[in-house]
């Protein structure tokens, strides 16, 4: 079936430096979007989350943008911290499937100091 | 407040043994999820309870998986016969009503030897 993918496994950046993690979607039909973050031996932690009727929402430094056009969803965090470092999730939620999420591979950022 | 708990954290059984997962949801949230996670993989959905309607279970991989809610709180997830193929890490998560964000537990590392 249709599902939730990203573009990089692995993303390294500088500490400070502004992170960017992508994810493309292919189900037209996602109403809901949303960013988790999992830290070794965690479960994952909402960070922020899109409905289909926007296309940019802003958190505390993070920001995720919804491209509906292109089917493209990205998680943008700012003055990226060693505490940023861990696996990033997207996943969606088709608004024919009752709340099931449906869940990317992850995109693990690595903060260098 | 609590989050979502999860027991056991670790649990180490031989093949062909059965297994009970438990989780622990937040006070008051009426939806239940459970997911499988593979080493180094993303989330895979395995089942959902909301209030009192069936359960949706089309993510459940054989027979040999069941989960039940009891009270519409506390759930199990038994899974018969385990196989090395089980191994993975199984979260709960819960959310407040269907639409609204799932929080998730830390997670039952399973190991089947």
């Known amino acids: 079936g249709e599902s939730v993918g990203l573009h990089l496994p692995t993303l390294s950046v500088q500490e400070g430096d502004n992170s960017i993690i992508n994810c493309a979607y292919s189900?037209?039909?996602?109403?809901?979007f949303i960013w988790y973050k999992q830290e070794s031996g965690k479960g994952p932690q909402f960070i922020i989350d899109?409905?289909?009727?926007?296309d940019k929402r802003q958190g505390q430094r993070v920001t995720v943008l919804l491209n509906k056009t292109v089917k493209h969803l990205s998680l943008q965090i700012a003055a990226t911290q060693p505490g940023d470092s861990a696996v990033y999730f997207c996943?969606?939620?088709?608004?024919?499937?009752?709340?099931?999420?449906?869940f990317g591979g992850g995109t693990r950022l690595m903060v260098k100091p | 407040g609590a989050g979502v708990s999860q027991s056991p954290s670790n649990k180490v059984t031989e093949k062909g043994k059965d297994v009970e997962l438990r989780c622990d949801p937040i006070s008051g949230h009426t939806a239940l999820y459970w997911y499988r996670q593979s080493l180094g993989q993303g989330l895979e959905f395995l089942i959902y309870f909301q209030g009192n309607s069936a359960p949706d279970k089309s993510g459940l991989p054989s027979d040999r998986f069941s989960a039940e809610r009891t009270g519409g709180s506390v759930s199990t997830l038994t899974i018969q016969r385990t196989q090395q193929e089980d191994s993975a890490v199984y979260l709960c998560?819960?959310?407040?009503?269907?639409?609204?964000?799932?929080?998730f537990g830390p997670g039952t590392r399973l190991t089947v030897t």
């Open positions: 189900n037209s039909a996602s109403d809901y």
């Open positions: 899109i409905r289909s009727n926007m």
């Open positions: 996943a969606d939620r088709p608004n024919n499937a009752g709340n099931m999420l449906t």
């Open positions: 998560a819960s959310s407040f009503k269907p639409s609204h964000e799932q929080y």
